[in-house]
Nanobody, 126 residues
Framework: QVQLVESGGGLVQAGGSLRLSCAAS????????MGWFRQAPGKEREFVAA??????????NIADSVKGRFTMSRDNAKNTVYLQMSSLKPEDTAVYYC?????????????????WGQGTQVTVSS
């Protein structure tokens, strides 16, 4: 069982930056591929980014809609992943969710992820 707790959301002006954090419980953090998703009102949940750890390097998958503006990283010592968001736009407004996929490939499919956090609201004003 993995519990995920997101933090770092808030209100920011367009063009600004935010860093989201997701802290995971458990002692097998490195076996989980971690993902970020978001859901805007009236829309389906969409993939943002995923990071898969290996001894040689991290494999990161970023959605085209945020590529060049968002980056994802993980700190295995802290059981935490981060989503650094910059050049934010009003269309980035959504609830952002952290998710964990046991030994997953970093797929953008929500159904592949086994555990989800409660979400954190990000609001970008114009």
């Amino acid at each position: 069982q993995v519990q995920l707790v997101e933090s770092g959301g808030g209100l920011v002006q367009a063009g600004g930056s935010l860093r989201l954090s997701c802290a995971a419980s458990g002692r097998t953090f490195t076996t989980y591929t971690m993902g970020w998703f978001r859901q805007a009102p009236g829309k389906e949940r969409e993939f943002v980014a995923a990071i898969r750890w290996s001894r040689s390097s991290n494999s990161i998958n970023i959605a085209d809609s945020v590529k060049g503006r968002f980056t994802m990283s993980r700190d295995n010592a802290k059981n935490t992943v981060y989503l650094q968001m910059s050049s934010l736009k009003p269309e980035d407004t959504a609830v952002y969710y952290c998710a964990a996929d046991y030994r997953g490939p970093g797929t953008p499919l929500t159904m592949s992820y086994d555990y989800w956090g409660q979400g954190t609201q990000v609001t970008v004003s114009s």
